[in-house]
């Protein structure tokens, strides 16, 4: 896909304000001069996150869907204290997921609410950012400008117990309204792409906090439907890629239920849900079933795993792989072809003749264009940190292929350790396609990538002979004594 579609796509989702097919955002790309097939923009749409896929094969963008849509959260003491509040997570799903929430822009009575700095504990600002994910939750408070200082990445994402976040201040409000601990801000998206809120505080504070109103009533039928809503989302969709996706499509499809005045908050909805609540998801975070695990296989999914071609869809072989491989191998000073080719395929792995041949011949071709414009010296600052990936890499591949040839019951495998199994491969990839550019990487973010794979090899070592026990297990089940 060249850049000038690229560019056009990436404005389209961002303002496109109505329901739209592919065809006919076909046509609009073929009246600009752009060349494109149905297919390929299909699976574009499908599998950007800007756009809702919606029946009769028709799409909305993110823009559409949440330009305008009510949603609300309750300052702390703290906040109310300091005259300021804290966006952190407090917008999810409304807002763009790639803006980061310090940036965004709040407007009252039509007036630009300025930014202010908000001193607080790690804990609390960790309760602030939950919605991220804890695993995620330090990374994004030290992109906080507040936080530029703190260097996380070289003490091992820990925060010190005092810091700052960049919030939004509260003094005008305050200057017109008597706003109290316990009243909540009601927040209208005005503006999507450019990331502006419009908020209108709501007094809900009260002298007897046993008495029950119209609006608690409401509220309190608000929590019910969302906590519906999420449960049938599981039962559907799974436990989807991120918390953030999962509350995107539920928002979505019950908008006119839960985008309402009266509506509550996510935090508080945790708060007093007792039957969904953040629980673990291999290393990472989910919203699920109140003290249950999150399954790597359901009903969501279950197509994935049957018949002859199943595949463990987590397995893939991404081009930047291949030039990692080559890389390395330039880097050890080495230039045995079939140890690449060997690492590749693992043992496991049933491919064709022809499969394979074009695979050996896609590695010479990289090899030698890679050859020509590679430089040792100027390799060095990646080179031993893309070693240590390719290491784990190659075991987690190893690993996976095994249980997709030889299992035929994933269900019967721990669960917990087979997403663990998933995600370790997704981001130690993702440390590869960062590590595939010829760029050097900066101190600090080479310093992280070491960390995490440093988290990564000791979640694969804790694993993998809880999985091969569990997979020997299920082989002897197969056999029955006659």
């Given at each position: 896909m060249s850049v000038s579609i690229e560019n056009f796509l990436t404005n389209f989702l961002r303002t496109y304000p109505m329901p739209f097919s592919a065809k006919e955002l076909l046509v609009m790309l073929c009246g600009l001069g752009h060349k494109i097939s149905l297919e390929e923009l299909k699976d574009f749409l499908d599998n950007d996150p800007r756009?809702?896929?919606?029946?009769?094969?028709?799409?909305?963008?993110?823009?559409?869907?949440?330009?305008?849509?009510?949603?609300?959260?309750?300052?702390?003491?703290?906040?109310?204290e300091q005259k300021v509040f804290v966006p952190g997570d407090r917008c999810m799903p409304f807002v763009d997921l790639d803006v980061l929430s310090y940036s965004l822009d709040f407007e009252f009575l039509g007036q630009s609410l300025p930014k202010k700095l908000f001193s607080t504990d790690c804990n609390t600002a960790r309760d602030m950012f939950c919605l991220y994910g804890d695993e995620f939750s330090a990374q994004y408070i030290s992109s906080d400008p507040a936080c530029k200082d703190l260097h996380i990445a070289e003490k091992g994402f820990e925060l010190p117990l005092k810091l700052s976040l960049t919030g939004i201040s509260m003094e005008p409000i305050f200057d017109k309204i008597d706003f109290k601990y316990g009243d909540r801000i009601?927040?209208?998206?005005?503006?999507?792409?450019?990331?502006?809120?419009?908020?209108?505080p709501v007094l809900t504070h009260k002298l007897n906090p046993f008495q029950i109103n119209a609006e608690d009533f409401e509220r309190h039928?608000?929590?019910?439907?969302?906590?519906?809503?999420?449960?049938?989302?599981?039962?559907?969709?799974g436990p989807c890629?991120?918390?953030?996706?999962?509350?995107?499509?539920?928002?979505?499809?019950?908008?006119?239920?839960?985008?309402?005045?009266n509506c509550g908050s996510i935090h508080e909805f945790l708060d007093i849900s007792k039957k969904v609540d953040l629980e673990l998801f291999g290393v990472e975070t989910?919203?699920?079933?109140?003290?249950?695990d999150v399954p790597a296989v359901g009903k969501w999914n279950a197509d994935l795993y049957e018949g002859d071609d199943r595949a463990i869809p987590f397995f893939a072989l991404p081009?930047?792989?291949?030039?990692?491989?080559?890389?390395?191998?330039?880097?050890?000073?080495?230039?045995?072809?079939n140890e690449i080719f060997e690492k590749i395929i693992p043992s496991q792995l049933d491919i064709s003749k022809e499969e394979k041949e074009l695979l050996r011949l896609q590695i010479v071709n990289r090899n030698a264009i890679l050859r020509k414009k590679y430089n040792w010296f100027a390799d060095f600052a990646n080179g031993s940190l893309r070693h240590r990936a390719l290491a784990l890499f190659t075991e987690v591949g190893s690993l996976v292929c095994e249980l997709d040839c030889d299992n035929k019951e994933l269900d019967q495998l721990p669960?917990?350790?087979?997403?663990?199994?998933?995600?370790?491969?997704?981001?130690?990839?993702?440390?590869?396609?960062?590590?595939?550019?010829?760029?050097?990487?900066?101190?600090?973010?080479?310093?992280?990538?070491?960390?995490s794979l440093e988290g990564m090899e000791m979640n694969f070592e804790d694993i993998k002979p809880l999985l091969i026990s569990a997979l020997d297990k299920v082989k002897k089940n197969r056999f029955n004594v006659i």
């Open positions: 756009a809702f896929a919606l029946q009769k094969k028709m799409y909305i963008t993110r823009a559409a869907a949440f330009t305008g849509q009510l949603f609300s959260f309750v300052p702390t003491q703290q906040e109310i009601l927040c209208r998206v005005y503006d999507w792409d450019k990331g502006i809120i419009e908020i209108i039928k608000w929590y019910d439907t969302l906590e519906n809503a999420l449960i049938e989302s599981f039962d559907r969709m890629s991120s918390i953030e996706e999962q509350l995107a499509n539920v928002f979505y499809e019950h908008r006119s239920e839960l985008c309402v005045p989910r919203f699920w079933f109140k003290g249950q081009d930047f792989v291949i030039d990692c491989y080559l890389k390395d191998q330039m880097y050890e000073k080495k230039d045995n072809l669960q917990q350790e087979l997403v663990t199994l998933s995600q370790l491969y997704t981001h130690v990839s993702h440390i590869l396609e960062i590590l595939s550019d010829d760029n050097d990487c900066e101190e600090e973010e080479a310093c992280a990538m070491e960390l």
